[in-house]
């Protein structure tokens, strides 16, 4: 009974430990997942800037499998190279050292206990108080939980008897001990999906004398192997770039940690250097916190210069066979990772989605400004006007599916636990798909309204052009305008000049709108230049799906 409650004991605080350290990443996440995930989206392709983000990341929210799950989502929605991937996963490498620090000078230096309760009724209180910083209230309610559990981790450990650990000492000194720890590390990291979490084991049992310095520094090795499971997880049915990138975060670790193995014992004399003191109680957490961190920095160093080659190899392994760039059919699979579901990040993977819808658009008014131009002085008209209504019909189906899975994926993001301002957030990109996909049916249905004018010889003439193409090119430069801030809030300023814009196009509509009725007046075709006063109402259509676009953006973070 007595191996049972001390065993439950364990188990419960290293489960509040875990609970604890998800709610405080999740917190932080939120609170400040806008601007993390812009520095990691806009990552360039400077390996140095790579790393440095990645050990931030890590630092900030406290887990190298959240910011690896991140990296390899980012990676799927083709926001991240796998070449930036690399750097960033080096970074989380070296970031996650910061967790082994933490718990080193304050888990038994301080008394967590007398902080982590105020921790926690503080940051309940912030979390339950309805105002901009309840996500915030979350990070400091899971730190004080993570605290607590620390707290209780290391009053359980010893309870533990000598007898029940004997089997560890039996690893000291043989020479499969290195083996066996690393082993274990990994068994408990996969057990945990947390290296976080083991190494905060590994530290209590050192700490706590019921292993010694040399098994818990292996399995702190180990557990670098351990702590790929969640990358590895998050790319099952994944693109392959993010396959790649998941390989990557393997091979690095892996390989790291046999070439660490090797030079074991090198390793240890470098950390007693620069950490001198005796190998047991508070030194010993200090030597591990060091051991963790000269092997991740001298294993990023080591892969630092290989980053293109080590690409290349995963490339080689994980090819991916995509090729092309059209596919006849839109599909988009909602990703939800085994052990981390990001919808936030699914959110950003969709405003990707939905700047490539903005791109058929354009691609469709292209074309239409194209053929107004040179439509007069075409000799095979309606070989021209046959072409393009082809091609604008394929797009518009495409559109149509777009609509119908981006719908899908937006709203299985909302099934998830997304904050007031995410659900906000996509209620607009769900009325932003709309107008897109709107406006390729309005593209399709000027493309039909020019092969009626060029079948029936309806033919503008070259006034009715010349006063045309400013509309044209207003509307166009609109929806240029919208395509280049999809994605990002529109600033006041940019949402004023929407407005102008908007306004410039409802009088340029007006004014061509009289210029076709003055010409029926003169005698004009009728037919002609009703067909010219349609093509002028849905091109302003148009605008009015830009304006609408313009106004969800506006408000796109409230």
């Known amino acids: 009974m007595g191996i049972l409650s001390v065993f439950f004991g364990i188990l419960g605080s290293l489960a509040l430990f875990l609970y604890g350290m998800k709610v405080m990443s999740e917190g932080i996440q939120q609170a400040a997942g806008r601007r993390m995930q812009r520095t990691l989206s806009f990552m360039t392709g400077n390996r140095f800037s790579a790393v440095l983000t990645g050990l931030g990341v890590t630092a900030v929210i406290q887990s190298s499998s959240v910011t690896t799950v991140m990296v390899v989502s980012f ?9 930036q991937a690399i750097g960033v996963i080096m970074g989380a490498n070296i970031g996650t050292t910061v967790t082994a620090w933490v718990v080193s000078l304050a888990g038994f230096s301080l008394k967590i206990g007398a902080v982590a309760l105020p921790l926690v009724g503080i940051g309940f209180v912030m979390s339950v108080i309805r105002w901009k910083r309840r996500d915030l209230g979350n990070a400091v309610l899971g730190f004080g939980l993570l605290f607590m559990g620390l707290d209780l981790l290391t009053k359980s450990m010893p309870a533990l008897s000598a007898e029940s650990l004997a089997f ?9 001990s290195i083996a066996a720890g690393a082993a274990a590390g990994t068994l408990i990291t996969l057990i945990t999906h947390s290296s976080s979490a083991s190494t905060a084991i590994v530290l209590t049992m050192a700490h706590q004398n019921m292993v010694s310095y040399e098994l818990a520094a292996s399995m702190i090795l180990g557990a670098n192997i351990g702590t790929t499971i969640d990358a590895a997880l998050a790319s099952l049915g994944a693109k392959p770039a993010a396959r790649q990138a998941a390989l990557v975060h393997v091979l690095f670790n892996v390989i790291g940690t046999v070439w660490a193995l090797i030079f074991f014992h090198p390793l240890l004399n470098l950390v007693s250097v620069l950490t001198p003191g005796e190998s047991a109680g508070a030194g010993i957490t200090n030597q591990l916190a060091m ?13 630092f210069p290989l980053v293109k080659p080590f690409a290349a190899l995963v490339g080689f392994l994980i090819k991916d066979k995509a090729g092309g760039t059209g596919e006849k059919h839109y599909r988009i699979a909602y ?8 919808p936030e990040f699914n959110i950003l993977r969709a405003e990707k989605e939905i700047r490539g819808m903005a791109g058929i658009v354009s691609s469709m008014y292209a074309g239409i400004g194209e053929l107004l131009l040179t439509l007069k002085e075409n000799p095979e008209k309606e070989k021209a006007v046959d072409a393009l209504a082809a091609e604008l019909k394929e797009k518009e189906a495409y559109a149509d599916e777009m609509r119908e899975e981006l719908t899908h994926f937006l709203i299985e993001c909302t099934r998830q636990q997304l904050n007031y301002r995410s659900e906000r957030k996509v209620s607009r990109l769900l009325r932003i798909v709309a107008d897109l996909e709107n406006m390729t049916d309005d593209c399709y249905g000027v493309g039909l309204l020019l092969c009626r004018s060029v079948k029936k010889d309806q033919i503008f003439k070259g006034k009715e052009m010349a006063a045309l193409a400013p509309y044209t090119d207003l509307v166009g430069d609109f929806l240029n305008f919208v395509r280049n801030h999809l994605g990002e809030p529109l600033r006041s300023e940019d949402a004023e000049l929407a407005a102008l814009t908007e306004e410039r196009i409802d009088r340029a509509r007006d004014k061509l709108r009289k210029y076709g009725r003055k010409r029926i007046e003169a005698g004009e075709d009728v037919k002609t230049e009703l067909l010219f006063i349609d093509l002028v109402r849905r091109l302003e259509q148009l605008g009015d799906y830009c304006y609408s676009i313009s106004a969800a953006l506006s408000h796109l973070e409230d």
């Open 335 to 342: 990703s939800s990772g085994a052990i981390q579901n990001s």
């Open 168 to 176: 560890l000492g039996s690893f000291s000194g043989s020479p499969l």
């Open 75 to 83: 990676v799927n929605a083709g926001l991240l190279t796998l070449t």
């Open 291 to 303: 051991f963790h961190t000269i092997f991740n920095t001298m294993n990023t160093l080591l892969f």
